[in-house]
């Protein structure tokens, strides 16, 4: 089974061409994942480009591939942007990875009412940045060609702007409309989880007011680490991904 190591410098690569990576990711690579020289990895610049062959050279200052085979793949459209609630427990670092592994093409942590978890000060890009690190390991383990941009924090106030040039969907248990009813146009999709208590009223009035979409995943109530990852699932089906 191929791996996937993220080189996010690498701009082309050609057909029997090497390409070498260096630093914590090499070392990674040969030390704690032990590549050996015959091994079959790929390599990707995080964009679309994805680089596939032999190792042919393995130390820890560096891992060197031949370039059997390159494919690039577009930027999916209309793209899907996670807009995850803080949850305690790891929940919305649980999400965060499942939704990667599910083709996510963005992810907001948002700072929901209801949300137990906070980000204050030098918390806030401390967060962020691990959301950012949980999304690239991720995104190697399921050989992704596009690695989902982890944004900063998000007020409601930041979702409702959203809705005037963005399709908003929040989920909500008692929503009339079930997702797996939703036609994608061509407007990025924006999909609201809120925390373990939920989105609040006054949050989904706001959100409504300014053009978001309540739907419903079914009959059952998830909780905020495996219904965006839910959601995520249904829509690939109607965009057609799956």
């Not at 370039?67 to 793209?79: D, H, K, L, Q």
């Not at 949980?134 to 944004?151: T, Y």
């Not at 702007?161 to 409309?177: I, K, M, S």
Request: neutral net charge; charged residues 25%; contains cysteine.
């Amino acid at each position: 089974m191929s791996s996937l190591y993220l080189r996010e410098d690498l701009e082309t690569a050609e057909v029997d061409g090497l390409v070498r990576l260096e630093g914590a990711e090499a070392r990674h690579a040969v030390t704690v994942t032990r590549l050996r020289v015959g091994e079959i990895v790929s390599v990707g610049n995080g964009r679309g480009l994805v680089v596939t062959g032999p190792v042919v050279e393995a130390s820890a200052q560096a891992l060197v591939v031949e370039a059997r085979r390159t494919r690039r793949e577009p930027r999916p459209a209309p793209g899907i942007r996670l807009v995850q609630a803080l949850a305690k427990g790891g929940r919305d670092e649980m999400a965060v990875q499942a939704a990667t592994e599910l083709g996510v093409d963005a992810i907001t942590p948002w700072a929901a009412a209801r949300s137990v978890s906070r980000w204050e000060g030098a918390k806030i890009e401390r967060g962020r940045e691990r959301w950012a690190s949980i999304a690239r390991e991720a995104c190697k383990q399921s050989i992704r060609a596009w690695l989902p941009e982890v944004g900063g924090l998000e007020s409601t106030e930041d979702l409702a702007r959203r809705a005037a040039t963005q399709r908003v969907l929040v989920l909500e248990p008692d929503a009339d409309v079930a997702i797996s009813g939703i036609r994608p146009d061509a407007r990025e999709l924006v999909l609201v989880v809120g925390p373990e208590g939920g989105v609040s009223e006054k949050e989904l009035d706001a959100l409504v007011a300014a053009g978001a979409e309540p739907v419903r995943l079914g009959r059952t109530v998830l909780r905020t680490s495996t219904a965006g990852p839910a959601a995520l699932a249904v829509l690939n089906v109607s965009l057609g991904r799956w």
